[in-house]
């Protein structure tokens, strides 16, 4: 199985601040990566797919880069509703694995 | 709109069994291929497992921890996702999401809490 690290667990951020959160594969997953975002007791919601394409609706502070087994997402102004837990996910093949998710905390 | 809506959580004792369902809408279900997500309290999100379309194949594909245990399936006329739980084990106490799709996942249920525990 492939395994996912992210990186830091927690974060301690300001609004306006620039926020980047890394993922590491165990191997190779050429850019096969998806980015999500989690509020509390609400489902994840898709914020960017294969490794940068910006899922609709998403504001464009967000963004995705890396390729082969190092990725970051980056959020360039932290906005108040951007407190929330995030999570990669690798789906270059089976099982389909997470990150064990950034919580961005109001520093 | 997609529409995903989960039901069948609950409390079951070690060794139960628990059906959960998942409804489509706005979507065509049986084009769609549809992936569980669970996620135990305080946790990260696990992939349980995926099946696709049956003009694909219909297909299943497991996470090594419930296979032989839990089973997806579909009723394409109800436009209706399950997953059988069989043989619980406290560990697959967890926020259950039907999510459509394989890859990335655009779309997501509201989630079925099924707790395991004597």
């Known amino acids: 199985d492939i395994q996912m690290t992210q990186s830091p667990s927690t974060l301690s951020a300001s609004v306006g601040d620039r926020v980047t959160i890394t993922c590491r594969a165990s191997?190779?997953?050429?850019?096969?990566l998806a980015w999500y975002q989690q509020k509390p007791g609400k489902a994840p919601k898709l914020l960017i797919y294969k490794t940068s394409s910006l899922q609709s609706g998403v504001p464009s502070r967000f963004s995705g880069s890396g390729s082969g087994t190092e990725f970051t997402l980056t959020i360039s102004s932290l906005q108040p509703d951007d407190f929330a837990s995030y999570h990669c996910q690798q789906y270059n093949s089976y099982p389909r694995t997470f990150g064990q998710g950034t919580k961005v905390e109001i520093k | 709109e997609v529409q995903l809506v989960e039901s069948g959580g609950g409390l079951v004792k070690p060794g139960g069994s628990l059906r959960l369902s998942c409804v489509l809408s706005?979507?065509?279900?049986?084009?769609?291929?549809m992936t569980w997500i669970r996620q135990a309290p305080g946790k990260g999100l696990e992939w349980v497992g995926r099946?696709?379309?049956?003009?694909?194949?219909?297909?299943?594909d497991y996470a090594a921890p419930v296979k032989d245990r839990f089973t997806i399936s579909r009723d394409d006329s109800k436009n209706t996702l399950y997953l059988q739980m069989n043989s619980l084990k406290t560990e697959d106490t967890a926020v259950y999401y039907c999510t459509l799709g394989d890859g990335w996942l655009p779309s997501w249920g509201q989630g079925t809490l099924v707790t395991v525990s004597s």
């Open positions: 099946i696709k379309s049956k003009v694909d194949g219909g297909t299943t």
């Open positions: 191997q190779s997953i050429s850019s096969w």
């Open positions: 706005g979507f065509t279900f049986s084009n769609a291929w």
